[in-house]
């Protein structure tokens, strides 16, 4: 679906110059569920604007097949306070100069995939954050894209909510067999939702994990086994407090 090379990202000249990302190599497989976890800083949203072509890259290509299509969805929102949420999730397709009559099935269609067609004529001020977040996601579906750009897209609901959000965007993903791109800080939510988790550390993707817990995950998978396993492992290859031991690898049961 998407085929990154060498991609390079730098910001400024001089003493100003920062170099953010480097040397970036990868792919996303169509219906694959692939996040990126990384700390604040560490060039996250600037690989996903140079995704959606937001930006340009400073060295390397992407690659995108056949012209796949692509959504975003922000850590915020961000809904129009004075349009219901129908006309907020149709937005996109007004802009493109969609039908009145298709834009309005496309919206509905949408919602009923987020489980909000009830919440269609309420206004943003008239949802709690998950549902706003939700409507959020709909506008993203509305497009019907092959790709969707998720950038923490749940990191200001709370933990439970979060939580039930994580299963909500499993069943809407394998409904729709979309491919999604998703960003987070979070391990567990990482190791919920993905097929692969890749580390970005210092500007360059420095290792990846194929997450080989079985599916459809379930509130069970946090007990599996290789769901602690996987989040050592991935504990470890973050940056550590200095004065603080690793996570040592779990003690194998005596046969
Ligand atoms: N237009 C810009 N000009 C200069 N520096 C920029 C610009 N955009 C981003 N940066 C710098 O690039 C680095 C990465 O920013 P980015 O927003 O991609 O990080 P992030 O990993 O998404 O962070 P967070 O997790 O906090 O959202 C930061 O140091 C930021 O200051």
Do not use: C
Not at 84 to 111: E, F, H, I, T
Not at 173 to 197: G, M, N, P, Y
Not at 210 to 233: A, G
Request: zero cysteines; glycine letters at 6%.
């Amino acid at each position: 679906m998407i085929k990154v090379n060498n991609l390079g990202m730098h910001f400024g000249r001089g003493r100003g110059h920062t170099q953010v990302l480097k040397d970036i190599n990868f792919h996303l497989a169509p219906g694959e569920f692939v996040t990126i976890i990384g700390r604040s800083g560490s060039g996250k949203s600037t690989f996903l604007d140079i995704l959606m072509g937001l930006v340009q890259p400073s060295e390397g290509t992407v690659e995108r097949t056949n012209r796949a299509s692509m959504s975003y969805v922000f850590q915020k929102p961000a809904l129009l306070p004075w349009r219901n949420v129908l006309r907020n999730v149709y937005l996109p397709l007004q802009v493109r100069g969609v039908r009145r009559a298709d834009r309005l099935k496309a919206g509905m269609d949408a919602l009923r995939k987020v489980g909000l067609s009830y919440a269609a004529h309420l206004f943003p001020f008239q949802l709690s954050g998950g549902m706003a977040q939700r409507v959020a996601i709909a506008r993203a579906l509305a497009e019907d894209p092959d790709i969707l750009l998720m950038d923490e897209p749940f990191s200001a609901l709370d933990p439970i909510l979060r939580e039930n959000m994580n299963f909500n965007l499993l069943s809407l993903w394998q409904r729709t067999q979309k491919t999604i791109l998703f960003v987070t800080h979070s391990i567990e939510e990482a190791l919920i939702l993905s097929d692969r988790i890749v580390i970005l550390e210092g500007g360059r993707f420095v290792q990846s994990f194929e997450v080989d817990i079985e599916r459809p995950r379930t509130y069970e998978s946090f007990q599996d086994p290789r769901f602690s396993e996987l989040y050592r492992q991935i504990r470890n290859a973050l940056p550590h407090q200095p004065n603080l031991p690793r996570l040592a690898p779990e003690e194998e049961e005596d046969p």
